[in-house]
């Protein structure tokens, strides 16, 4: 322990004081401050991670006892609420304890904020599985000036598929793009299928089409066609009603939507 030394002291009694000063400057001590937070953050953030691959390692065990090892996640975080985490099926997300044993299916509501979580984040992957096909797939009406895209699964025999496009001068007007997507709900081999094909083969998709929801009939043909891909991201999306709509945002609505409104959904981005 260092000693005091009075000064004042030793000069009286005729002694000269000899000592050597240590200075610690400011800048040092703050440099030993920053590398104790250092540390301290370090640990934590092990700390966490720790505890974040014993939920994630918690999880997975339960999905798959769950699925009977059918399903895999493709994504866990933690979610907005403390132990509980989101799981990524696919488009699907559900929420898993940290433990393992509780599983909810269903949407997290943020009521102060009036938000759907869950519709938010299956959104962003919607959006993301329909961004990976190539336009050149999809059959489009396209305005002069797209001030909107939306992407739309649709059923040559559908009803309110024939409704929708015969709206098809309005929503161009309006400046909205709309991108068609195959889906033949009487499935694979079927008339509608058929019908599908032989226009997707046509020299000119957007009439045949369009003479198709009319009631027209087509010269039937075949050739290389996406139908069974816009199939397989039914699926994965889980589409089961046409018309289904995607915004451009990712954004699903279901059924027919009138052009006047459609365009007021999407002008007030809601």
Known sequence: MPAIIRVDELSAAGVTPTFTISIQSRENRMKKIHVSLAIAVIALSSTVLHAENDAEVAIR??????????????????????????????????????DGRYLLNGDLLDVQQR??????????????????????????????????????FTDIDCPYCRKMHHEM???????IKIRYLAFPRAGIGSDSYNKTV???????????????????????????????????LV?????NATPTLFLEDGRRIPGYVPAERLINMLEQGR
């Open 61 to 98: 065990a339960a999905i798959e006892k769950v699925s009977q090892g059918s399903a895999r996640p493709d994504s866990i975080r933690p979610s907005r609420i403390k132990g509980l985490y989101e799981v990524v099926l696919g488009t699907e997300v559900i929420y898993v304890t940290a």
């Open 169 to 175: 001068a309005e929503y161009n007007k309006a400046g």
């Open 115 to 152: 938000r759907n979580i869950s519709d938010e984040r299956r959104a962003v992957l919607y959006k993301n599985a329909i961004d990976k096909l190539d336009e050149g797939s999809m059959i489009v009406y396209a305005p002069k000036e797209t001030r909107h895209t939306v992407t739309v």
């Open 198 to 232: 032989s226009v997707w083969c046509a020299d000119d998709r957007a009439t045949a089409l369009t003479r198709a929801k009319n009631g027209e009939q087509i010269k039937k043909a075949s050739c290389d066609n996406p139908v069974r891909e816009h199939l397989d």
């Open 235 to 239: 699926k994965q999306l889980g589409v």
